[in-house]
């Protein structure tokens, strides 16, 4: 079909599969969250027969790809990060209007991660030292092998980021990829498409193809030429999709929600977690690590409180191309209705909105932001993931109580920390529930530290060694000596 031209800028609306843009007959519209108005595009809805034709594409290219040498891919994936960081004007543009998150953070950051995760697996993969050594007279050696087609799902809330992030370590263990990004933020995949084309990627290597769940999805989550299932989303498409992946034996990682707590010791510098506990809004809260149950020592409640009001006063909504704006839109008004079905059930239960709580003049996409006061811990809106701007506060008063409120959910992904002593940093670190736990910071992230979920928020790790594993059939080979 034709492209389109979306601010001068040329995208497919179609699948990428064997080198190919390929259509389907049915379409799904996508718009931009801060201008609800406009529609972007009608994109190929992909069904079985296009999960089949990826599938053949990706078992057919496998062979070749799995005996190229890791510095050899990693030259294919070098070019890719030469050709995003030569695009990212575009790319941010795209992923802005698609997804509604701000510009900026996308034009100075989000983008040339994108690049950073192929160059980082690029490398890790070339430089990897096979472990040998010897044992009862023979020399063991542990090979990684490809293991062949992996379908890769993301979610609608970063969908640059993640795509990258999970396809790199795939392509470097010398696997073909299905990438499959949610049918809320089609469009940067698309463009992603172009420059593998472009980067000189072996038909077939990395094929890309949009849709919903409920149809493509399944269908591939299901084929018996799948060898791994790498997803990012809710925990109810996880249950799904483990099944699949259970029919099939095949490992499958899932990072899903989060309930993090973001955790103020009264020795902490109370203004920087004020203002790291306001920026929990920049997203609306579509973040799947944010730390969104606010929990701080009685002692220092009062005080911390009028500082947060103080920075969440200073958000502002509006186009997310503009610098002033701060805080983006909800992405879809499904998810708007979503939101604020929490928010009417926390009210209706007898929680106290300390703030927001309703929509914003600044456009139908946007929830002011929204301070909630449970009247217990196991109000639905301290126990649920929300993913919109709305935060729980609590407080606490020894160091165990924070801890343990910290700790009384069933997500575990991350958690945030403020405090002034080391010794706490260090205690308290390690007892909050979490696969990554930030002191004093939040976000920072080294691409090659492990990151996924305890308990609901997620099963395996990605990240550096954790996820080229993930993507190899170890094998130790052993050869007698002598
Ligand atoms: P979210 O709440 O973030 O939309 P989902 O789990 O619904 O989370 O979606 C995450 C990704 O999983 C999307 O790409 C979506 O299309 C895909 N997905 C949803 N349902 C299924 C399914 N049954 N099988 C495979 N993929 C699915």
New binding site residues.
Partial sequence: RARIDIEGISVSPDHYIGGQRVSSPDTFETRCPFDWSRKLADMARGDASTADLAARAATAAFPAWAALSASERAACMHRLADLIEANVEKLALIECLDMGMLLESLRLRVILRGAANFRNYADLASGHEERVWSSRGTLNRVIRMPAGPALI?????APFMLSTWKCAPALAAGNTVIL?????SPLSASLLADLIDEAGFPAGVFNIVQ????D???A??SDPRIKRIS????????R??GR?AAENIVPFTAELGGKSALLVFADADLDAAAKKAAGQFDDSGQVCMAGTRIIVEESVAEAFLARFHRHVDQHVMGDSRDPATTMSALIHPVHVERVLGFIARARAAGDTIVRGGQLHQAGANWIEPTLILPRSNDSEVVQNEV?GPVLTFQTFRTEAEGIALANSTPYGLSGIVYTGCAQRAERVGRAVRGGTVWVNTFLVRDLTAPFGGIGISGIGREGGDYALDFHSDLKTLQILEG
């Fill in positions: 799902i993301t979610p609608w809330n499959k990004p949610a049918d809320w849709g919903l769940g409920a493509l999805g399944n591939l989550v997803f990012t989303g809710s925990v109810p498409t996880a799904i999709i699949a993913f």
